[in-house]
C-alpha cells in the first residue's frame, strides 16, 4: 500500500491518495484510512455520509472489476472548504460498467450506487487508461 498527500500553499486544500490490494479487507482499510484523514475537518454527519458511500465504491470495485483478482484499488480523498471529493480508480472491467439500480425489497445487494446518487451532492463514472474511475462530492452542510 502506498499513500501520498498534497498540500496547497494556503493550506485550505488537502489531498491523499492511496493504493489498496483489490481484496474484501481493502473496504475496511480505505474507511479507516478516510476516517482519519477527515474527522475533525468536516461534521461527524457528512463523515458517515462519505465513509458509506466509498465503502459502496470500494465495494463494487472490488467485486465487480480486474481489481479483485489480483488488482489494486486507488483511493483519492481531497478536501476544500467543507467539501470532499472522492475519487475511486479500478483495474477496470470488460464484462461490467458502474449503474445505479434501483434496490428491490428484500434484495440483497444492488444498493451501492444507488446509495451514492442519493447522498452525494454530484457524482459520476468514466472509463480511463487506468480503469474505470468512480467519484463523488458532498459538503458539509
Known amino acids: 500500500m502506498t499513500a501520498r498527500q498534497h498540500e496547497n500553499k494556503k493550506g485550505t486544500h488537502h489531498g491523499w491518495e492511496r493504493k489498496f490490494p483489490g481484496m474484501e479487507i481493502s473496504v475496511s482499510e480505505a474507511r479507516k484510512w478516510a476516517r482519519e ?16 458511500m466509498l465503502s459502496e465504491v470500494v465495494t463494487n470495485a472490488v467485486a465487480h472489476s480486474d481489481s479483485g483478482r489480483d488488482g489494486w484499488v486507488t483511493v483519492h480523498v481531497g478536501c476544500v472548504a467543507g467539501t470532499v471529493q472522492v475519487t475511486v480508480t479500478d483495474d477496470g472491467s470488460a464484462t461490467s460498467a458502474p449503474a445505479v439500480q434501483v434496490p428491490g425489497f428484500g434484495g440483497d445487494g444492488g444498493r451501492g450506487l444507488w446509495l451514492v446518487d442519493l447522498l452525494a451532492t454530484r457524482w459520476g463514472s468514466r472509463h480511463d487508461e487506468a480503469g474505470t474511475v468512480v467519484w463523488f462530492r458532498t459538503t458539509d452542510r
Open 37 to 52: 484523514l477527515l474527522a475533525g475537518r468536516i461534521t461527524a454527519s457528512v463523515l458517515d455520509d462519505v465513509l458509506l
